[in-house]
């Protein structure tokens, strides 16, 4: 659907991530119920806004006024959530029509992904959406969560959601409310706005991109993609956001058999994949290939700051791990940097004679004298004030002792704001855990894989190089 | 080092894994000190054979009369373990000479790893051992590790170790000793016998590869290699191992400048790549890349057993991650089987008309009809049923009843023992923690990204390729 005085306006999807007030149609007072869940969800948030339940059979739900239908709604409501049987949403739809809604997020399934009738449903329902001007997400989504704007459409469980500076765009309902839950209880990061597709009715790809674009909040976006709907639009959408912010996609659907999947699923057409490769390639876009790599890459874009160039060093306390790191890096354009004559004279100075300080640097003579977490702190210091470092990946070891390590680390990262650290750890469980908290609480992505961090990185470097080039352009 | 007598014995490692009697020398009453940790360790799996501490300063250490030196131990000593300064193990070796010791494990570093003098030191070591006929495991490892018979050499917390039947092989210590902390805490498979072999002074790779090729509580082993002492002799030892049971290798110094590093911390030459690269594929092992994925394949193949072809059955409850494994397949040598005309027809009795099962299988519209788990345990059921199918990947969500879905899961797979199955789960993190425990107790491989878990469940098919063709030649 084309609506022209929205699509020109830049937040145009406002309305859907900041509603004055919203009905939820299918409100229920049985917990575990989708409508249910959405209610509880939006109080649970502190959602300050207006909540009007719509429930035929119920005067109040969780503490709040219950309706009959929107229009018997007596206030104002700038937006309705569905989670109602898909034959049920036309007639909803109508209600929003008399009553100026202004946008819908229908979370109900049974359209163009359910055969033939649905595709007939989501047919009529563009139709009645075009001529009361009411903007759609989904049908067949888990919808918008803003956690700090404290709204949400979504029936996820919202335990350990955070806000921070990653915007999310999904595709998939099932997939994203996966996801989602994954990203709240396992990772630190937070997020700024999400807005899961669905069928893309009527909000698109393209939408999400210009909203995020503007959005100050959003400091990245990642995005589940398996088709797009309008290809020339996506494009010029992703042009805009890449000179403003980085993108990282997972795109399903990049062999012959993964497309056939994703028509067969979401009713999208995938489209020939080389051309979303050059598409992703010629824009800046970053693609990944799986989940875990679209959040090591988020929360690294998220944290980090751009290196200016790519010369990594690389700080490990075993030597080994400090080579399957090396071997990662020509692959992902990463090099080794040559560190100065001054910068080893000042390891020299306190390791034994016998050992040799270079990149990778092995430090594991020098903490023999200056101890483990002193090497840690000498070693990134030393080596984040040569020139000739753009980068730094820090392989730890646990410790029974994580702040003290952890603060030395974090210390001397703060004193060299412009050259982007990760860090890998490996050893305990439990103290991996501390670690990783206090470590990510100051903006330090970690690892367990070198491999994942290499290319966590390397991504920072990659983006730098995008807009290195269109500057060079203009 | 070479000892004709028990290099011709396979089970030439006996004395390291299952010595009667051990000697630490270096023995510490300070907790945290290496020379207390091994002690402990010894007593926390519960050693059955004698320990004797040596430490010419301690009269009682850990409950154990301590000696002031091997020599003056009034019985028999097999094994020797070595937590001393570089400078003092000569000395110590002269004493295990005279005392007929088998065996010793050298922690200590300070030798071919350390500049001149170190490598001077290595050399006198092993004169002295070829002299006396003692073999040894080092110096500069964390050495020995066997569950199951109760014994170590190591200083690495063991919290959390079990026995299971995977044997792994490290060659540096620092590296290894993190690998084993995450591995205990994180992972729940279990570990038949473990070697650090460090400088490799006189054992080596080959040596360590024939001693798990007939270990009978072994069923896979992994190894991570920085370079080979004597090549020749190590491709007779893969070969032979590989007939056998499956090999998976984390070499470092796959790339020029990983090789550099490889040389200077472990002294050890890694060879030129390409050689490793085809010698690994022509002798069937497999070569990962990170840590983690020598976990994911080490654990595949000790759970689950090879299929007989590469036709996979992808059942998810998202769409979207069912799409993203699919492409995950081409790549890895697996494709996608095409279920049968009946295969199908018996999931069409309970869908919903407007669904079509298919591969890759998206339950979600059969759940709605059969419950979530029940579509879990009836399409893998009936997949894994199909003739044309011959391993199968389930992509689940978190559960608040994981009991009740790992069981429906656990059941199906057991119903069909000789096709491999592998599980993702994505959602939130506690509740994924309790179906890990729950399906990897029952040897079901769990993984978070569909990536992974494909790689994981391809690795099983190209070593049966490999078997395939060996019994042809043959």
Redesign the interface.
């Known amino acids: 659907m084309v609506n022209g005085r929205i699509e020109k306006n830049p937040s145009g999807l406002k309305i859907f991530f900041e509603p004055k007030s919203v009905a939820v149609v299918g409100a229920s007072r049985t917990p575990g119920k989708i409508g249910n869940t959405i209610l509880r969800n939006l109080l649970k948030l502190g959602y300050e806004g207006q909540i009007f339940p719509v429930n035929p059979r119920a005067e109040e739900i969780e503490g709040l006024q219950s309706y009959a239908s929107v229009a018997a709604i007596p206030e104002a409501v700038e937006l309705v959530v569905m989670a109602i049987p898909a034959h049920l949403v036309l007639e909803v739809m109508r209600d929003c029509q008399k009553k100026m809604v202004k946008g819908v997020v229908i979370i109900s399934?049974g359209f163009s992904e359910?055969?033939?009738?649905?595709m007939e449903r989501q047919r009529e329902l563009v139709r009645v959406a075009a001529e009361a001007g009411i903007r759609i997400v989904g049908p067949n989504t888990t919808g918008i969560l803003n956690p700090e704007g404290r709204f949400t459409t979504t029936f996820v469980?919202l335990?350990g959601v955070k806000k921070g500076s990653i915007g999310f765009v999904?595709?998939?309902g099932?997939?994203?409310?996966?996801?989602f839950?994954?990203i709240?209880?396992?990772q630190h990061f937070g997020l700024s706005k999400v807005i899961g597709l669905g069928n893309k009715a009527d909000v698109a790809d393209h939408d999400a991109l210009d909203y995020l674009a503007q959005d100050e909040a959003t400091r990245v976006v990642i995005m589940?993609l398996?088709g797009v709907k309008d290809g020339r639009r996506f494009l010029a959408s992703v042009d805009r956001l890449v000179q403003k912010k980085p993108l990282v996609v997972?795109k399903?659907?990049?062999?012959k058999?993964?497309a056939k999947?994703?028509q067969?699923?979401?009713g999208s057409m995938a489209g020939r994949d080389e051309i979303f490769e050059a598409l992703f390639r010629q824009a800046g876009a970053i693609r990944v290939?799986?989940?875990?790599?679209l959040l090591d890459l988020g929360k690294t874009f998220a944290y980090q700051p751009l290196p200016k160039g790519n010369r990594i060093a690389i700080i490990s306390?075993?030597?080994?791990?400090?080579?399957?790191a090396?071997?990662?890096?020509?692959e992902s354009g990463l090099v080794?940097a040559s560190p100065a004559e001054q910068t080893l004279a000042r390891f020299r100075e306190k390791m034994?004679?016998?050992?040799?300080p270079?990149n990778?640097f092995?430090i594991?003579p020098l903490s023999e004298v200056v101890t483990q977490e002193g090497a840690y702190r000498l070693s990134l210091d030393v080596l984040l004030s040569d020139p000739g470092v753009d980068l730094a990946l820090l392989i730890m070891?646990?410790t029974r002792t994580p702040q003290i390590h952890a603060d030395y680390v974090i210390e001397v990262a703060r004193a060299h704001p412009e050259k982007p650290v990760a860090v890998c750890i490996?050893?305990?469980?439990?103290l991996?855990h501390r670690l990783f908290q206090i470590m990510e609480e100051a903006n330090i992505p970690v690892f367990?894989?070198?491999?994942?961090a290499v290319a966590s990185l390397a991504a920072l470097y990659k983006y730098r190089c995008f807009l290195d080039n269109l500057s060079r352009k203009s």
């Not at 099932?174 to 996801?179: L, R, V």
């Not at 290939?289 to 790599?293: K, L, P």
């Open positions: 399934s359910a055969g033939k009738e649905g469980d335990k999904a595709q998939t099932i997939f994203a409310g996966m996801m839950q994954w709240f209880s396992s589940y398996e997972m399903g659907g990049k062999t058999e993964g999947a994703a067969s699923h979401t290939n799986d989940f875990e790599e306390l075993s030597g080994g791990a400090g080579v399957m090396t071997d990662a890096c020509p080794l034994p004679p016998w050992s040799r270079g990778p092995d594991e070891s646990t490996i050893g305990e469980a439990s991996y367990v894989g070198v491999r994942r």
